[in-house]
């Protein structure tokens, strides 16, 4: 089982900023689609942004023209620029990995979904 990594979460005040970082498998990172996730105390987990391979970005209304996902596919890793943070962003961040790889030993084709143990993003006066 694959697991991604997570990094960059913490505290900050209102209005401050966040970059969240995602690492993932380099044999799967450039036809993945890449997408970030949140999940507050006692609420579901939600989409907040994704990556899709082939170019396009996609982001949750309440994080539109804050929130921006980027990838550096030289780098394996999905980033996730945080700005003007609100108390209500507050949740732990997840990172996701969603696709269709190649068993490298039969060639097989195969459904992936992989996901990050989550980094806890606190936004607080």
């Known amino acids: 089982q694959v697991r991604l990594v997570e990094s960059g979460g913490g505290s900050v005040q209102p209005g401050g900023s966040l970059r969240l970082s995602c690492a993932a498998p380099?044999?799967?990172?450039?036809?993945?689609?890449m997408g970030w996730y949140r999940q507050a105390p006692g609420k579901r987990r939600d989409l907040v942004a994704v990556?899709?391979?082939?170019?396009?970005?996609n982001y949750a209304d309440s994080v539109k023209g804050r929130f921006t996902i980027s990838r550096d596919n030289a780098k394996n890793t999905v980033y996730l620029q945080m700005n003007s943070l609100k108390p209500e962003d507050t949740a732990v961040y997840y990172c996701?990995?969603?696709?269709?790889?190649?068993?490298?030993?039969?060639?097989?084709?195969?459904?992936?979904?992989?996901w990050g143990r989550g980094t806890q993003v606190t936004v607080s006066s």
């Open positions: 996701n990995a969603n696709g269709i790889g190649t068993d490298p030993v039969s060639a097989q084709a195969y459904d992936y979904d992989y």
């Open positions: 990556s899709i391979s082939g170019g396009e970005k």
């Open positions: 380099g044999s799967i990172f450039s036809t993945a689609d």
